[in-house]
């Protein structure tokens, strides 16, 4: 487990993160969403070592996490790096080789992984040949070549398209599957939660939430409701307590307490219910909640 804990920053006299804490479990894909300007590339910065923080520890199973350890990080960074002049295969080899690899199995790394991402038949070209789609899939393959215990990915969905999105999400599930601990950020919802067992939460530098998926929804599941009938449903607006989040003939989501809900159920009866249950949340609707 790679756990964060009270890390601050300051940039002059703008302080970019306060006291951010959470884990990072391995075996896990986590996802780290936040609004534009939130702190997630600062934070992704401190733990990969590229950026000191003012205060606070980085640590990996207890022990502060140091060069060594980082050796056998993998990342992905917000300003892509790949030297534009070498070819796509040559040159994650050679990120693998500077990573302690031997040549061989540098070499058959990076041909697994072009497979993988559908780039094989661009091994030989140079990397800046390449669509910048396709710059960012062999990224991912640099940050993945010596099969890091440890991978931290800036942003590595934007601008790819459905096919290769798959693929990314594949590589990082199965390092994932042996054992990696991989955060990675991301602005689509809707992909962070199809992916992700965990998720963390950043809005103006503090974490808002972190945890399982699972958890976080049910944890914001608190006062919502959905009720289905076979009658009308205009009685439910006269409720008092009763407020109507969404609503269309015979069906409503509103937010009550249990016991309007307990009154909302007893009247629904007479309407011919259908279901009736606690609403949860959506990681998107999770997202507004928490970032209030
Ligand atoms: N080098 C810097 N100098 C001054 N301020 C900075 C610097 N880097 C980041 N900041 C500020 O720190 C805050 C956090 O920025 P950061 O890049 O970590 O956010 P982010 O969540 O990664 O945003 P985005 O989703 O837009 O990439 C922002 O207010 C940003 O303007």
Redesign the pocket.
């Known amino acids: 487990m790679l756990t964060l804990t009270g890390i601050t920053?300051t940039?002059?006299d703008?302080r970019?993160?306060d006291d951010v804490s959470f884990g990072i479990e391995r075996g896990r894909l986590t996802g780290f969403v936040?609004?534009?300007?939130?702190?997630?590339?600062?934070?992704?910065?401190i733990l990969l070592g590229l950026l000191v923080p003012d205060g606070g520890t980085v640590e990996q199973d207890g022990m502060v996490v140091g060069a060594d350890q980082r050796r056998r990080f993998g990342y992905m960074p917000?300003e892509r790096g790949l030297y534009p002049k070498m070819k796509v295969a040559e040159q994650i080899e050679y990120l693998g080789r500077l990573r302690g690899m031997g040549k061989r199995s540098a070499a058959s790394a990076t041909a697994e992984l072009l497979e993988r991402l559908g780039l094989s038949e661009r091994a030989g070209d140079l990397v800046e040949k390449l669509s910048l789609g396709n710059q960012q899939r062999a990224q991912i393959a640099a940050a993945l070549v010596h099969d890091p215990d440890v991978l931290v990915l800036?942003?590595p969905f934007s601008g790819l398209d459905p096919l290769a999105v798959d693929s990314v999400a594949g590589v990082l599930s199965d390092a994932a599957a042996r054992g990696a601990s991989v955060l990675f950020?991301s602005?689509q919802l809707e992909l962070v939660e199809r992916l992700c067992q965990d998720i963390v939460v950043?809005a103006g530098?503090t974490i808002r939430a972190s945890g399982s998926a699972d958890a976080l929804r049910d944890q914001n599941a608190g006062s919502r409701f959905e009720l289905l009938v076979r009658q009308d449903l205009e009685w439910l607006s006269a409720v008092d307590g009763v407020r109507i989040l969404q609503a269309r003939p015979g069906w409503a989501l509103f937010e009550a307490s249990p016991e309007t809900a307990q009154r909302v159920l007893e009247r629904a009866i007479g309407s011919g219910v259908v279901s009736f249950a606690p609403h949860r949340p959506s990681l998107t609707e999770v997202f507004r909640e928490v970032v209030q």
């Open positions: 920053k940039y002059g703008r970019a993160l936040g609004a534009n300007g939130a702190g997630k590339t600062t934070t992704m910065r917000e800036d942003e950020s602005h950043i530098g």
